[in-house]
């Protein structure tokens, strides 16, 4: 009887061992299958709100109408500069034209040489008063051939050069007392021109 009743207890335990063991797998199963849902349901929802945000942004960007308007601002700007580039592309040509002509209308020793101008009509009179408006004009066109300013430069002579159009004048700096002679001619309607700048040593 003591054996039938030691084995009837051992197969109970085993039965229940088996019992727990199952149950104990169906748990862990039933975790792992819970676990998966949940971070693949996360995963989805996170993708789904993600795409719902992009489309949404898309279709107020197409609805508003101050933000189409600034594209196609930036748009006409990109055609090739910003505003502040073309604004300085403008500039350097205008720089650029004036140089060319600072090129072409010259003056100083070198040259060359254009007529200064003039406010006398014609037929001209030479006049080497120094009150004149020819006097002035002459003095004008000493500084000019000579690139130095009227209020430095020192008249030294200035008189007939040889002809009814022609003068002559010899300047120097007061700053660095370099003595040039200088011939003009009158062109009419246009002013005194020189047209020879020679150094004196």
């Not at 120094?130 to 030294?156: C, G, H, R």
């Amino acid at each position: 009887m003591k054996r039938n009743q030691r084995y009837e207890s051992r197969l109970e335990k085993r039965k229940q061992n088996r019992f727990l063991n199952i149950a104990i797998g169906l748990v862990v199963l039933l975790i792992v299958v819970v676990g998966f849902n949940l971070f693949s349901g996360d995963e989805d929802a996170t993708t789904t709100t993600a795409e719902n945000e992009q489309t949404t942004s898309k279709s107020e960007t197409k609805d508003d109408p101050s933000i189409e308007m600034e594209t196609e601002k930036d748009e006409q700007n990109n055609d090739g500069k910003t505003s502040d580039e073309a604004k300085e592309e403008a500039n350097s040509e205008g720089d650029q034209a004036e140089d060319v002509e600072s090129e072409t209308k010259g003056g100083g020793p070198e040259g060359p040489w254009e007529p200064v101008g003039t406010s006398q009509s014609e037929p001209h009179q030479k006049s080497y008063d120094d009150q004149s408006q020819d006097w002035k004009e002459m003095v004008q066109a000493l500084s000019y051939a000579t690139n130095i300013p009227e209020d430095q430069m020192t008249i030294f002579w200035l008189g007939n050069g040889g002809g009814p159009d022609l003068s002559k004048g010899t300047v120097s700096s007061k700053v660095d007392k370099v003595k040039y002679d200088v011939q003009l001619q009158w062109i009419p309607e246009k002013g005194w021109k020189p047209t020879s700048v020679t150094k004196v040593q």
